[in-house]
C-alpha cells in the first residue's frame, strides 16, 4: 500500500474531510487490494457520506481479509442499522462480542438494536454490561430507562433518568422522558418541574415534542392559557403537529375562545386527529 496515500486518507478522514479522503483510500485501495484497513477506513468514509451499501461492501472485504477484527464487525452492524437491517446489525454486533467481551460500544448498538426490535429485556441487558464497563456513562443509563420506561418499569426508568441528571446537570433528554414518566404517573407537578428544566437546558430550542408535553401538562393543571402558549410554541416549531391544533382547540373552548377553538379543531381534523370532529359538531350547533 502506499503508505502516503492511506496515512492522507486516514487523517483527512478524521479531518472530516470525507470527500479527500474518499479519493485517498481509493488510490490506497487500487494499489495494494490485499490490505483490510485500506477497505475498512473506506467503508467508514462511506458510511460517514451516508452511503451505507457501498460502506458494507468495504466492510465485508476488510472481513474476508482479516475475519478476527471485531472493529470490522461493529462498523458493519452500525451501517447494517442505518439500512433497517436489525437482525443483521445485532448478529454482527454479537460477533463482535464473541470476540471482545469488553467491547463496550458494541453491547451499546446491540442494546439500541434490541430496543427497536421491542426486546426490551435484551436492550437492558445489554446497557446493564455497558454501565458495568463505564459507571458514568449519562447517556446509557438514559437509554437504559427509556427501555425500562417502554416495558413500564416506571420506578427503575425514573432511577435511571434521575442518575443520568446527577452525572449530566444539562442532559435535556434526560428531564424531557422524567418529565413524560411524571406526568404518566399523575405528578403533574413535578412532570412541569422537569419539563422546565428541559426547555432550560434545551442548546437547539426546537424540540417540538417537549413543548407540547409541556402544554399537557398545564392543560392536566388547569393551566390554559400556559398550555396555549405551549401548544402555540409547539407549532411554531412543527406546524404539522396536529395533537397540539386539537389540544390548543380544547384549551381555547375552556377559555371561551369559541372562534379560535373552531380553527384549532378544523386544521386537526384535516390533520388526522378524528376525535376532533366531535367538538367540531358541538361548536357548530
Known amino acids: 500500500m502506499n503508505k502516503a496515500d492511506f496515512d492522507n486518507g486516514v487523517n483527512n478522514y478524521f479531518a472530516g474531510d470525507y470527500k479527500e479522503a474518499l479519493k485517498d483510500l481509493n488510490k490506497a ?3 495494494n487490494p490485499k490490505d483490510p484497513e485500506g477497505y475498512f477506513y473506506r467503508g467508514l468514509v462511506k458510511a460517514e457520506l451516508e452511503d451505507y451499501k457501498n460502506a458494507i461492501v468495504d466492510y465485508n472485504k476488510a472481513i474476508e481479509l482479516n475475519p478476527k477484527d471485531a472493529e470490522f464487525y461493529c462498523e458493519r452492524g452500525e451501517a447494517k442499522g442505518e439500512l433497517d437491517d ?3 446489525s445485532i448478529e454482527d454486533f454479537s460477533t463482535a462480542i464473541s470476540m471482545d467481551p469488553d467491547y463496550e460500544l458494541a453491547y451499546f448498538d446491540r442494546s439500541l438494536a ?3 426490535l421491542a426486546d426490551y429485556a435484551g436492550a437492558i441487558e445489554d ?6 464497563l463505564h459507571p458514568d456513562y449519562d447517556e446509557a443509563y438514559f437509554v437504559r430507562g427509556f427501555s425500562k420506561h417502554e416495558s413500564e418499569d416506571l420506578i427503575g426508568a425514573a432511577e435511571d ?3 443520568a441528571i446527577e452525572i449530566n446537570n444539562f442532559y435535556s433528554d434526560a428531564y424531557h422522558k422524567r418529565g413524560v414518566l411524571k406526568a404518566e404517573m399523575k405528578d403533574y407537578e413535578g412532570a412541569l418541574a422537569d419539563y422546565n428544566q428541559a426547555i432550560e ?5 426546537d424540540n417540538a415534542e417537549l413543548y407540547y408535553h409541556r402544554g399537557m401538562g398545564h392543560q392536566a ?3 390554559f392559557e400556559e398550555a396555549i402558549e405551549d401548544f402555540t410554541g409547539a407549532l411554531e416549531i412543527d406546524s404539522e403537529m396536529g395533537d397540539s391544533y386539537f389540544f390548543r382547540g380544547l384549551c381555547n373552548m375552556h377559555l371561551g ?11 386537526a381534523k384535516k390533520m388526522g386527529i378524528p376525535e376532533a370532529d366531535d367538538f367540531i359538531k358541538e361548536l357548530s350547533r
Not at 446497557?127 to 458495568?132: A, D, H, N, Q, Y
Not at 437546558?201 to 430550542?205: K, R, S
Open 86 to 88: 436489525i437482525t443483521g
Open 114 to 116: 434490541k430496543h427497536l
Open 201 to 205: 437546558c434545551e442548546i437547539e430550542e
Open 221 to 223: 393543571m388547569q393551566n
Open 29 to 31: 485501495v487500487t494499489q
Open 127 to 132: 446497557m446493564t454490561i455497558v454501565l458495568k
Open 161 to 163: 433518568y434521575t442518575k
Open 257 to 267: 375562545n369559541l372562534k379560535g377553538a373552531l380553527a384549532d379543531l378544523k386544521k
